[in-house]
C-alpha cells in the first residue's frame, strides 16, 4: 500500500465524539514510551505527523488521522506508567477503553511492546482484557534497531512461551524500527488485505 495522503483530523476525549463514518480504523495503543509516535510516523511516511517526545504520556487523546481518504489511523493514549496523577491515568484509561469497546468501525487494533524487554504483566493483563472481550488485535513488536538479531529472537521466543500458557492460538505479530522503516510494508498490507476483504464482501 502506498500512502498518498495522511491528514489530521479530530482529538477528542470521547469516542462518541469520533468522526461519524463507516470508513475503517486501525488504533495503536501500547506502554508509555514504547515509541508510538515514532512508528505512526515511520508508517505513515510523515516525520511529524503524531507528536513524540521523550517523555511517557505524551498523548492524552483519540486523535484521528485520514489515509488516502479511505482509512483512519487512531493513535490512543498509552496505558502504564506516566508521570501524571493517578486520577488522570484513569481518564486516559476510560478514554480508550470505551473506545477500544464501542467503537464499531474499528477493525484491529495493534498493540505495540517494546522488544528489548522481557514478557511485561501490564501487557499480558491488557491483552488477556482484549481477548475476553473479543477484540480483533495484533501486536507490534518496537525497536528492533536497538537489539542484536540473536537477543530479539530469545525476546520473541520468551513472548511465545509465555502467551501459550494461556492463549489457544498466537495473535498475529509484526517486528518494526521507526528507525529503519522495517515493519513497514508488513503492517500496511496487512491493513490493505483487511480492507480488501471488507470492500468484497460489502
Known sequence: MQIIEARFIISNSDYKKCPQ??????AFIGRSNVGKSSLINMITGRKSLA???GKPGKTRLINHFLINDEWFLVD????????VPKQERKKWEKTFKDYILFRENLFCLFVLIDSRHEPQEIDLHFMEWLGINEV????????KDKLKQEELDE?????QNKMQESWESLPTWYVSSSK???????ILSFIKNINRKTITSA
Open 21 to 26: 463514518t463507516q470508513k475503517p480504523e486501525y
Open 51 to 53: 507528536k513524540t517526545s
Open 76 to 83: 490512543l493514549p498509552g496505558y502504564g506508567y506516566a508521570k
Open 136 to 143: 480483533p488485535f495484533a501486536i507490534i513488536f518496537t525497536k
Open 155 to 159: 525476546k520473541l521466543l520468551l513472548y
Open 180 to 186: 529503519t522503516g522495517e515493519g513497514r510494508s508488513d
